[in-house]
Nanobody, 123 residues
Framework: QVKLVESGGGLVQAGGSLRLSCAASLRTFSDYAVAWFRQAPGKEREFVVAIIRSGGIAYYADSVKGRFTISRDNAKNTVYLQMNSLKPEDTAIYYC????????????????WGQGTQVTVSS
C-alpha cells in the first residue's frame, strides 16, 4: 500500500522558515514525480511546486518562487520543501502528492496523496 507522510509543519512568525518532509513508501520512488500543493481555509487547493523524478528540474508557482526550494533524496524516498521568508498568506495545509512519470501542476493528475501538514504563519 502506497503511503505518503508529511512532517515539519508548525507555527512560525512572518519572515521565518520551515522545512517540510514527505516520506514515501513507494518501491521505486525514483519513478515518481512529486509535488506539493496547499489549501487555505475557504480556498481551493493550489499548486506550490513539483519536482521531476531525477530531481534535476523543479516547477514553482509564482507566489513561492525565490522563497521555496524543493529537493529530493531518492535513496531515502523523501522529498523536502524548504520554505523561507514565510508570509501570512502561506498559511495552509500542505500536501505532498506523487505520480508516475512526468511532473505536472495539476492536482487531479497525481495518484497518491499524503494527509497534509499544517503551516501557520503569524504576522
Amino acid at each position: 500500500q502506497v503511503k505518503l507522510v508529511e512532517s515539519g509543519g508548525g507555527l512560525v512568525q512572518a519572515g521565518g522558515s520551515l522545512r517540510l518532509s514527505c516520506a514515501a513508501s513507494l518501491r521505486t520512488f525514483s519513478d515518481y514525480a512529486v509535488a506539493w500543493f496547499r489549501q487555505a481555509p475557504g480556498k481551493e487547493r493550489e499548486f506550490v511546486v513539483a519536482i521531476i523524478r531525477s530531481g534535476g528540474i523543479a516547477y514553482y508557482a509564482d507566489s513561492v518562487k525565490g522563497r521555496f526550494t524543493i529537493s529530493r533524496d531518492n535513496a531515502k524516498n523523501t522529498v523536502y520543501l524548504q520554505m523561507n521568508s514565510l508570509k501570512p498568506e502561506d498559511t495552509a495545509i500542505y500536501y505532498c502528492a506523487a505520480k508516475p512519470s512526468s511532473a505536472t501542476t495539476v492536482a487531479s493528475s497525481y495518484d497518491y496523496w499524503g494527509q497534509g501538514t499544517q503551516v501557520t504563519v503569524s504576522s
